[in-house]
């Protein structure tokens, strides 16, 4: 079970942080990411992080602006987001993936997504 937290309101140029902690069976060993679902667009990839290595990827449009990490002792996972621009503006999910896995399309958890909108 995932649950997400810190969406909001924010004016261009603000900032966020994201949280999701992973409760119930998850054993640590997970690949966990964000997601994120704007208005009549398809989901779409915005970071994740390995466990191991905290090795790290991101869609490439928030690179330099968004920061994933996690705290594997709390099994949470964070986004923190800089710079926001409106189109950001999403609701934002949190996935988990089995560390053997080769893509998002084996996930095997999400949360139910907090909103953040970036407006003036």
């Known amino acids: 079970q995932l649950q997400e937290s810190g969406g909001g309101l924010v004016q261009p140029g603000g900032s966020l942080r994201l949280s999701c902690v992973a409760s119930?069976?998850?054993?640590?060993?997970?690949?966990m990411g964000w997601f994120r679902q704007a208005p009549g667009k398809e989901r779409e990839f915005v970071a994740d992080?390995?466990?191991?290595?905290?090795?790290?990827a991101y869609l490439f449009s928030v690179k330099g602006r968004f920061t994933i990490s996690r705290d594997n002792a709390r099994n949470t996972v964070y986004l923190q987001m800089n710079n926001l621009k409106p189109e950001d503006t999403a609701v934002y999910y949190c996935?988990?993936?089995?560390?053997?896995?080769?893509?998002?399309?084996?996930?095997?958890?999400w949360g139910q997504g907090t909103q953040v909108t970036v407006s003036s």
């Open positions: 996935g988990t993936r089995p560390s053997w896995s080769t893509s998002w399309t084996e996930a095997d958890s």
């Open positions: 119930g069976d998850s054993d640590g060993n997970h690949i």
């Open positions: 992080i390995w466990r191991s290595s905290n090795s790290a």
